[in-house]
């Protein structure tokens, strides 16, 4: 598999599906692998698009079938990534990036070693609970939640190669693109990409 893949993780709030969503329209050999989840749809989003939006035994059943290269149960609702959808990416040369929490993370570096890691921060976590509160899509008992959470899963930060502190957008933005550039010119898919020219070279 030539494809590089990128794991992206945050906390709730910290911007990561904006940066992920910037850092996609400059990119163009990144494809970003689209999550199983069976949260409800929110207005706006796109099944198979933002998710592919299933029920919860359709989710049991595809777990069963070992379909996920990853999958965790979040606020209720279960999240996955289709490990053939992945596959057949990094076949392609494409080079996928996962948004997906910790957990998911460890699960995919578990399958894919060479996979890069980022954790994306927020500045602090007065900043991170004005950005939840900002969004207006949930109760200050939701946001207390979500708030107890991030810093849970701030504490496995050290699990990742690479942080960046979302502080100011366009410089979290561009530490992402060069992460990402970096990871496309590491040896081993750089051999598999240029096996030929490596050939004729040592011929």
Same mark, same amino acid.
């Given at each position: 598999?030539?494809? %590089?893949?990128?794991?992206?993780?945050?906390?709730?709030?910290?911007?990561?599906? %904006?940066?992920?969503?910037?850092?996609? !329209?400059?990119?163009?050999?990144?494809?970003? %692998?689209?999550?199983?989840?069976?949260?409800?749809?929110?207005?706006?989003?796109?099944?198979?698009?933002?998710?592919?939006?299933?029920?919860?035994?359709?989710?049991?059943?595809?777990?069963? !079938?070992?379909?996920?290269?990853?999958?965790?149960?979040?606020?209720?609702?279960?999240?996955?990534?289709?490990?053939?959808?992945?596959?057949?990416?990094?076949?392609?040369?494409?080079?996928?990036?996962?948004?997906?929490?910790?957990?998911?993370?460890?699960?995919?570096?578990?399958?894919?070693?060479?996979?890069?890691?980022?954790?994306?921060?927020?500045?602090?976590?007065?900043?991170?609970?004005?950005?939840?509160?900002?969004?207006? !899509?949930?109760?200050?008992?939701?946001?207390?939640?979500?708030?107890?959470?991030?810093?849970?899963?701030?504490?496995?930060?050290?699990?990742?190669?690479?942080?960046?502190?979302?502080?100011?957008? !366009?410089?979290?933005?561009?530490?992402?693109?060069?992460?990402?550039?970096?990871?496309?010119?590491?040896?081993?898919?750089?051999?598999?990409?240029?096996?030929?020219?490596?050939?004729?070279?040592?011929?």
């Amino acid at each position: 598999m030539s494809g %590089s893949l990128l794991i992206v993780t945050a906390a709730s709030g910290t911007g990561k599906t %904006s940066l992920v969503s910037a850092l996609m !329209q400059d990119h163009p050999t990144l494809s970003v %692998s689209v999550s199983h989840t069976t949260r409800p749809q929110r207005p706006g989003e796109v099944d198979g698009v933002n998710y592919h939006f299933v029920e919860r035994p359709r989710f049991k059943k595809l777990i069963a !079938q070992q379909d996920f290269l990853e999958y965790a149960e979040v606020f209720g609702n279960y999240y996955g990534t289709s490990r053939q959808e992945v596959d057949q990416l990094l076949m392609a040369d494409r080079d996928v990036l996962l948004e997906i929490d910790w957990q998911g993370a460890a699960q995919v570096r578990n399958i894919y070693p060479d996979a890069v890691s980022v954790f994306i921060l927020p500045p602090s976590l007065a900043a991170l609970r004005e950005r939840l509160t900002s969004r207006g !899509q949930d109760t200050d008992s939701v946001i207390e939640q979500r708030l107890h959470s991030a810093v849970a899963d701030i504490r496995h930060h050290d699990a990742f190669d690479y942080l960046i502190i979302n502080d100011d957008f !366009q410089h979290a933005l561009q530490d992402l693109r060069h992460i990402t550039a970096t990871a496309r010119l590491r040896r081993k898919p750089q051999i598999l990409r240029h096996a030929q020219l490596l050939n004729n070279l040592l011929d």
